[in-house]
């Protein structure tokens, strides 16, 4: 018994520099994958907003076509050509329906 004791008094752990070193090392991995992601999420709110906007100009056009004037949100949606009404955009008739004009709400605010 005497000499496995012995024995393991022979073996060391980690030193705690070691242990800092390593935690260090994964506090920043855990920042580069931090700022990683908050890019996709970026892009990803930029696409969806520059999607709606072509869904609401096509839907605007097939309603023209259909109905020879354009058309409010509502209407658009009671008409089948939008599923739901828009969360990015706001539809702003112009000319009796002659045309329109799409502007950005939040979070679509800064996409061009």
């Known amino acids: 018994m005497t000499q496995r004791l012995r024995g393991m008094r022979g ?28 890019g996709i999420t970026n892009r990803g709110q930029t696409d969806a907003c520059k999607t709606d906007t072509r869904t609401l100009r096509t839907a605007e056009e097939a309603n023209f076509a259909k109905n020879s004037t354009y058309a409010d949100m509502a209407t658009l949606v009671s ?25 950005n709400v939040a979070p679509c605010t800064d996409v061009v």
Do not use: K, P, R
């Not at 935690?23 to 920043?28: N, T």
């Not at 089948?80 to 009404?85: D, E, I, K």
């Not at 539809?91 to 329109?100: D, E, P, R, V, W």
């Open 11 to 38: 073996q060391d752990g980690f030193t705690l520099i070691e242990l800092l070193i390593v935690i260090v090392i994964l506090g920043i991995l855990a920042a580069i994958v931090v700022f990683a992601v908050g």
């Open 79 to 103: 008409n089948g050509f939008l599923a739901s009404a828009s969360t990015y955009h706001t539809i702003a008739l112009t000319g009796g329906g002659t045309g329109y004009t799409l502007a």
